[in-house]
């Protein structure tokens, strides 16, 4: 499914059709797998932190 | 949590305001409000500053407010113009008035500090006073904070199993979403696409759809207040919205809450929807009201019984998250946020 907000620092969560995964995409490009959501968006708000 | 108080809030719908006062109450402050002889409205602190008497049981005297008690006599701006037997009026004599805005159908309201508020950043909500659309209305008190409500409203996979028969399917519990979070403009998006699903009732009785329908949720959620819910119905291998914005193959109806805490354990829980077919058919309208307010209603008492046995929970009670409420989640850290500000 395509992205809707377009601003420079979004972050988004993408449920992975079909599994229990969450994709987290960084405004900064780096991606991340999880299973919870708590830890996904702690990872993505950390932003730079962990962010390579 | 704190009241996000530097935000506007929907206190009413333009249609409740006329020329008699009129009582609501907003992150705790009671207010009176009413339209002047010019059309404007008013809000002002809704206690006198003699006895703290309700000004809204007073009564106007042309644009002036009397208190209902003792006489004093209020302008629109507070100022108090007459006090009972006697020509001085103490300095003191103001009563606090609150800056509103009327915009798509609704009373805005800014409980926090003045000087900031911005009528520019009213958020949007066009289709309410647009004349392509019909739109019907409704208010329903929630015996609930308001985090509970903004917490159902970002998770539709609860329509499934509160609202089947009305607006869920098995579909919208098992079709994954996509949440988007723009920290910078305030807004979080949680998009639920299904293709193929059973059309429900609330939308096979309006549009007179019958088979399989490709359903679209999508949420835009405009923290605290304002809460968007784009829906797009089609019958299944209808054709896909063009780029420039145009979507004959489609129902369109746009799902509106104003979500305006009068407590810190009380809400007001505006709801509209606006559709862009059947406008002149009464029966379809009647038939939307009474769904959506059925709706409303199972959701006000799933959560006012939450808001009952959240209050005897212990200090630090654990909850858990799943895929599903990663929609609410984004919500709680941007009101989080805002209420720290």
């Not at chain 2, 996509?178 to 998006?189: F, G, L, N």
């Not at chain 2, 509106?256 to 929807?273: G, K, L, R």
């Amino acid at each position: 499914m395509s992205a809707v907000l377009t601003g420079e620092s979004v972050f988004r969560v993408h449920w992975k059709l079909g599994t229990d995964v969450l994709l987290g995409v960084c405004h900064c490009g780096a991606r991340q797998e999880a299973e919870d959501p708590v830890e996904l968006w702690a990872w993505l708000l950390a932003h730079p932190e962990g962010h390579s | 949590m704190a009241f996000v108080r530097n935000q506007w809030y929907v206190v009413a719908y333009s249609a409740e305001i006329g020329p008699e006062l009129f009582a609501r109450t907003v992150l705790g402050e009671p207010l009176v409000l009413w339209r002047t002889e010019t059309g404007e409205v008013v809000a002002l602190a809704d206690r006198c500053v003699h006895r703290r008497y309700p000004l809204s049981r007073g009564h106007l005297d042309g644009d002036r407010l009397v208190c209902g008690y003792h006489g004093f006599t209020y302008e629109p701006d507070g100022r108090c113009s007459s006090v009972p037997g006697q020509n001085r009026i103490p300095r003191t004599a103001r009563v606090p008035g609150y800056p509103v805005l009327e915009q798509d159908s609704f009373v805005w309201v800014w409980i926090g500090e003045a000087d900031k508020a911005d009528p520019a950043a009213v958020p949007r909500a066009p289709w309410l006073a647009d004349p392509g659309y019909a739109t019907v209305c409704g208010m329903e008190p929630l015996a609930a904070r308001y985090e509970l409500l903004v917490d159902n409203l970002l998770d539709l996979s609860h329509e499934t199993y509160l609202h089947g028969g009305y607006i869920g399917t098995p579909e919208v519990a098992s079709t994954p979403i996509v949440t988007e979070v723009d920290p910078k403009t305030e807004v979080i998006y949680v998009s639920r696409h299904m293709d193929d699903a059973r059309c429900p009732a609330f939308y096979a009785k309006s549009t007179g759809l019958t088979g399989r329908i490709t359903r679209w949720q999508d949420i835009e959620y405009h923290p605290p207040c304002l809460y968007l819910l784009h829906s797009r119905i089609a019958p299944v291998g209808s054709a896909q919205p063009g780029e420039e914005g145009t979507d004959p193959g489609a129902f369109h109806v746009e799902v509106v809450y104003a979500i305006t805490p009068e407590t810190e354990h009380s809400t007001h829980d505006f709801w509209a929807v606006a559709r862009d077919f059947a406008q002149d058919d009464a029966s379809v309208s009647e038939f939307l009201a009474e769904s959506n307010r059925t709706v409303v209603l199972q959701d006000v008492a799933a959560l006012n019984v939450l808001e009952e046995y959240l209050r005897t929970e212990r200090p630090g009670y654990q909850e858990l998250s799943v895929n599903i409420d990663t929609g609410g989640l984004a919500g709680r850290r941007l009101l989080a946020e805002q209420a720290q500000r």
